[in-house]
């Protein structure tokens, strides 16, 4: 099993939309509706921001945004605030019980 | 509100076992419709699924890491743990323990990981 593809970098201005993809195969990402995509701040532990490919938890704002095509699945972030600026990482159900994360992005606020 | 929090030594000696234990507190290990998980994160990269256990002792591991790695879990504690056999340099990450929602009460299957402990650094050196 290899990871999921993330860019390893993006970037946007305070206000602007951003959209982070994570690209796997028909066996995972493409294969189920069971995407994830989780914040983390440096130092410390993963969010779960949104889940089920495109379902948000209670108390993450509604700029955040989810969805799939095929095997791609992409979190868009609209409205950039500073703090937002994190590691995101995606993660997929790849079948048999497994589970796989994408390498990360890492998400700078000009 | 259910809260994860990971023990165990931070420093383990190269071919030894690294072990760790997460205790939940504000819930029940026993509830149905999670899997209680372990996650690690290498210095500067980024996370990777080592594996999980339900309440009633059923495991699922990582294959790459199968054939070292022990999940179990004593619901008399509240705490499930993790053994990792056979150390190397290559083990020193940060480890965090989290739960894995796996089904809600109406039998939908789910699969992402709700909530985190703060995770622990284990340096694997002599």
Known sequence: QSALTQPRSVSGSPGQSVT????GTSSDVGGYNYVSWYQQHPGKAPK???YDVSKRPSGVPDRFSGSKSGNT????????????EADYYCCSYAGSYTLLFGGGTKLTVL | QVQLQESGPGLVTPSQTLSLTCTVSGGSISSGG???SWIRQHPGKG????????????????PSLKSRVTISVDTSKN??????SSVTAADTAVYYCASLYYYDSSGYLHWYFDLWGRGT??????
């Open chain 2, 79 to 84: 705490q499930f743990s993790l053994k990792l």
């Open chain 2, 121 to 126: 650094l284990v340096t694997v050196s002599s």
């Open chain 2, 47 to 62: 996370l990777e699924w080592i594996g999980y256990i339900y309440y009633s002792g059923s495991t699922y591991h990582n």
């Open chain 1, 73 to 84: 699945a992409s979190l868009t972030i609209s409205g950039l605030q500073a703090e937002d």
């Open chain 2, 34 to 36: 999670y899997f209680w």
């Open chain 1, 20 to 23: 982070i993809s994570c690209t």
């Open chain 1, 48 to 50: 779960l921001m949104i």
